[in-house]
């Protein structure tokens, strides 16, 4: 069983900055990806970032250029790197492993508040 656990979530005013972690029990070079997706109320979730296990990343359109995803040397910690925070990036952020088979992980979320 794979356990995700988040952390640094929290209040942030606009055009501030905010960093994620998520460790995981597995490491992501015996997973496909490793990734964030958030949830904002009254929305679907949506992938904000992801890496995969040959290290190519993905972004949603909304995030690029201000969001940044990376991973340590061993690839059970993922990092998401948040600035020039906007208040439609406040949403609940999930993390995420995908298995080589395609099976979704999830973390238990934490809330990110993009506010003044």
């Known amino acids: 069983q794979v356990q995700l656990v988040e952390s640094g979530g929290g209040l942030v005013q606009p055009g501030g900055s905010l960093s994620l972690s998520c460790a995981a029990s597995?490491?992501?070079?015996?997973?496909?990806?490793m990734g964030w997706y958030r949830q904002a109320p009254g929305k679907q979730r949506e992938l904000v970032a992801e890496?995969?296990?040959?290290?190519?990343?993905n972004y949603a359109d909304s995030v690029k250029g201000r969001f940044t995803i990376s991973r340590d040397s061993a690839g059970n910690t993922v990092y998401l790197q948040m600035n020039s925070l906007k208040p439609e990036d406040t949403a609940v952020y999930y993390c995420?492993?995908?298995?080589?088979?395609?099976?979704?992980?999830w973390g238990q979320g934490t809330q990110v508040t993009v506010s003044s």
């Open positions: 995420n492993q995908k298995s080589l088979t395609l099976f979704n992980y």
């Open positions: 597995k490491s992501i070079f015996s997973m496909y990806s």
């Open positions: 890496r995969t296990r040959s290290d190519s990343t």
